[in-house]
């Protein structure tokens, strides 16, 4: 079996409102992926750059993904390149619904309608454990300054509700708390501001990756704080830094509705790849 390292590797670019993607089609030939391959495609000047690295193999469903950060490390869940994949995967299939799955659990996929796809993201995880969290505490009200809310959507978050999201200086903000020893995994840190009757301006700090126009899975957990925290329903609009997001958290999971693109394809050369060997 020949080498990626001396064929070089064909991946796509594509983003969620901005949360930036490599895409590589594993189903045809293995392509293994190491965390130091993932880091080294990330790296924006010496790499292509991502927020995530999505891995697409065969699996009992439609789909199996695997998902890695853009400092090598991986994650459960990626909300809005499990919703770009899925678009791939309906044009490329024809199918309007399809089943996908991921170490977050098996997900569903729906064509929405107006270039718009739906991803059922499953049931958030409310208890302390299974966040997971350091020890046992409310989880509506963490004892950390802020009182953010703590949710698990397949990876942790915390979210803090504040008077002004663009007040709060986020590159400081997120990096002290995503390392906060109530998160033994780290946590994504959102700052989400009730502007309006189920409406919400949101910002996001990704663990592992930094500041991000927008997030999937921090979208579903924003969206089940608030309403767990009578802020909202559970049908709310949140507007990020890159766009619009539609979440619903109904009996069968919390369902996110967005747009997406592909912006280009290309092929990562032989000697790139050995180059992070």
Known sequence: MQRINDTG???????????????????????P???????????????????QLAVIENGESDAHLVFFNSDGSTSAACGNATRCIARFLMEETGKPELTLTTERGTLLARDAGDGLTSINMGAPQLLWHEIPLAEEVDTLELPIEGAPTATGMGNPHCT????????????????????????????????????????????????????????????????????RRGLTGRKVQVDLDGGTIWIDWQDDGVWMTGATAHVFSGTLTPEFLRSLE
């Open 9 to 31: 590797l064909p991946f796509m670019k594509m983003h969620g409102l901005g949360n930036d993607f490599v895409i590589v089609d594993a189903r045809a030939h293995s392509m």
């Open 160 to 227: 803090f509700f504040v008077d002004n999201a663009e007040a709060i200086p986020l590159e400081e903000f997120g990096a002290r708390y995503e390392y906060h020893p109530l998160y033994p995994a780290r946590t994504n840190v959102q700052v989400a501001q009730i502007t309006g009757p189920d409406h919400i301006r949101m910002r996001v700090w990704e663990r592992g990756v930094g500041i991000t126009l927008a997030s999937g899975s921090s979208s579903c957990a924003t969206a089940v704080a608030a309403a």
């Open 33 to 51: 992926i190491a965390p130091a391959l993932a880091k080294g495609i990330g790296h924006r000047r010496f790499g292509v750059g991502f927020d």
